[in-house]
Nanobody
Framework: VQLQASGGGLVQPGGSLRLSCAAS????????IGWFRQAPGKEREWVSC????????YYADSVKGRFTISRDNAKSTVSLQMNNLKPEDTAVYYC??????????????????????RGQGTQVTVSS
């Protein structure tokens, strides 16, 4: 199983980036996909997720209204469109897969960040 995150980079405040998570080796349609981030010296933070059951989407309050998550089961990919980026969005972002949406409620509630698979991270830096 592989989850490949891409699309990070350096952007000015107010700018946009689109992250992609490409999955292989798993039955993608049965997995919720979440995005997490971790900045230096800070705890890991859940950012957003899209569930497998009905493709409902969820966002952390810190990104609501600025980020949009979507999935394409035919291509086994999930995208995270990030608009109006702020310096506090600077972090390493990675995607994770959760079979059957089992842990997504816990992600949203912040009680645990367990998952079945995760990919390597992609660096997002927001700076002028």
């Amino acid at each position: 199983v592989q989850l490949q995150a891409s699309g990070g980079g350096l952007v000015q405040p107010g700018g946009s980036l689109r992250l992609s998570c490409a999955a292989s080796g798993l039955s993608f349609e049965y997995y919720a996909i979440g995005w997490f981030r971790q900045a230096p010296g800070k705890e890991r933070e859940w950012v957003s997720c899209i569930v497998s059951s009905d493709h409902s989407t969820y966002y952390a309050d810190s990104v609501k209204g600025r980020f949009t998550i979507s999935r394409d089961n035919a291509k086994s990919t999930v995208s995270l469109q990030m608009n109006n980026l702020k310096p506090e969005d600077t972090a390493v972002y990675y995607c994770a897969a959760d079979f059957g949406d089992i842990n997504t409620s816990s992600w949203i509630e912040g009680t645990n960040y367990e998952y079945d698979y995760r990919g390597q991270g992609t660096q997002v830096t927001v700076s002028s």
